[in-house]
C-alpha cells in the first residue's frame, strides 16, 4: 500500500512537471535542467514524506524550494561545523556552531508537526 502511494504521488508530479516542460519548450529559452529535477524531486519528497503539494514545478519561488536551496547551500561555514561535530564535538559546543540556519529549522519543525497534527 505504500508503495502504491509513493508511486502515485511521484507519478503526479511527473504528469505536473512533463506539463510544465510542454509549456516551456516552444518558448525556445535555455532550460536549467538541475533546478527542473531539483524542483521535481522536492514535490516527490513533500508529497511523500508530508502530504502536502510543494508546488515547487509550477511556483520556482514556492517556500519549500526556498528552504530545500538554503539547505543543500555550501558555505565554508558548514563545513567547518560539519568537521567539527564529527571530530571534535567538543570544540563544537564550546564555539556553538551549527549546520543548520536558525530559519530552515524553524521551517522543517513546523512543517513536521503540522504534518503530525493533521495526521
Same mark, same amino acid.
Given at each position: 500500500m505504500a508503495l502504491l502511494c509513493l508511486l502515485t504521488a511521484s507519478s503526479l508530479c511527473g $504528469?505536473? &512537471?512533463e506539463y510544465e516542460l510542454r509549456l516551456f519548450l516552444p518558448t525556445g529559452l535555455p532550460l536549467n535542467l538541475k533546478d527542473e529535477m531539483a524542483r521535481y524531486t522536492t514535490d516527490v519528497i513533500t508529497s511523500v514524506a508530508f502530504? $502536502?503539494?510543494s508546488n515547487s514545478i509550477k511556483n520556482p519561488d514556492a517556500e519549500f524550494n526556498k528552504y530545500t536551496r538554503? #539547505?543543500?547551500e555550501y558555505t565554508t561555514l558548514k563545513s567547518f561545523a560539519t @568537521?567539527? $561535530? &564529527? #571530530?571534535a564535538p567538543t570544540l563544537q559546543s564550546v564555539l556553538r556552531l551549527? $549546520? @543548520? /540556519? /536558525? /530559519?530552515i529549522l524553524t521551517f522543517l519543525r513546523k512543517s513536521v508537526w503540522s504534518t503530525v497534527q493533521y495526521r
Open positions: $504528469i505536473w &512537471s502530504g $502536502i503539494e538554503k #539547505f543543500v @568537521l567539527a $561535530i &564529527s #571530530f551549527k $549546520i @543548520l /540556519d /536558525d /530559519d
